[in-house]
T-cell receptor, first 122, second 111 residues
């Protein structure tokens, strides 16, 4: 199962940045494509973007373009996601998950981390 | 606001069958994109329970089944058990938004 390096909860101030880390299950980063998702209270999940460390590619959801950044550390097999310019609307539980291409244009998320609760408040 | 619409809650007694619907539009489910389903139990990682409309991942009991018709999809759970109590949400792709989209989530209560 995918493991979030930082589980539990985080409290950040408006305007600051969020940085989360994720380790895929057995194997190296080259074997996986990882997506980042979040779920705000009372809402459905929201896909934020994905990164493919093996080829250094990433894709962001339109809503987060220019604010979300991905990086990978191959020595520790860890993927990082940074979200800048936080507002209270970014309060949510954040997840990373491995994703699979189904072939008809959709991806599905077959292994999720437990999630990190992020609260943005002054 | 979620692009895919689900009922906020459903319930059933142990042993009964419940069905959770997921309604979209022509740019997602109606555009021939597959629907996938997830189970989220508080304190646990979300779990894939159905992919490609009607395919069960290994480890998911055959009490779970999925279907799709037009701009809607559904997840059926037969022989309800207490352990099925969770939030369920559907997911697909939207060609207008150019990314994955999710339903609003349905809380299943086993009475």
């Amino acid at each position: 199962q995918v493991q979030m390096v930082q589980s539990g909860s985080v409290v950040l101030k408006p305007g600051s940045s969020l940085r989360l880390s994720c380790k895929p299950p057995r194997g190296t980063l080259t074997s996986y494509r990882l997506s980042w998702l979040r779920q705000a209270p009372g809402q459905g999940p929201e896909w934020m973007g994905r990164t493919t460390p093996a080829v250094g590619e990433s894709r962001d959801a339109q809503k987060f373009q220019g604010r979300i950044f991905f990086s990978a550390d191959k020595t520790t097999s860890t993927v990082h996601m940074e979200l800048r310019g936080l507002t209270s609307d970014d309060t949510a539980t954040y997840y990373c998950a491995t994703d699979r291409w189904f072939g008809d244009g959709t991806y599905y998320f077959d292994s999720w981390a437990q999630g990190t609760q992020v609260t943005v408040s002054s | 606001q979620s692009v895919l619409t689900q009922p906020p809650s459903v319930s059933g007694a142990p042993g009964q069958t419940v069905t959770i619907s997921c309604t979209g539009t022509r740019t997602n489910i109606g555009g021939y994109y597959s629907v996938h389903w997830y189970q989220r139990i508080p304190g646990k990682a979300p779990r894939l329970v159905m992919y490609g409309n009607d395919k069960r991942p290994s480890g998911v009991p055959d009490r779970f089944s999925g279907s799709k018709y037009g701009t809607s999809a559904s997840l059926a759970i037969t022989g309800l058990q207490a352990g099925d109590e969770a939030e369920y949400f559907c997911q697909s792709y939207d060609s207008g938004l150019g990314g994955s989209i999710f339903g609003s989530g349905t809380n299943l209560t086993v009475l």
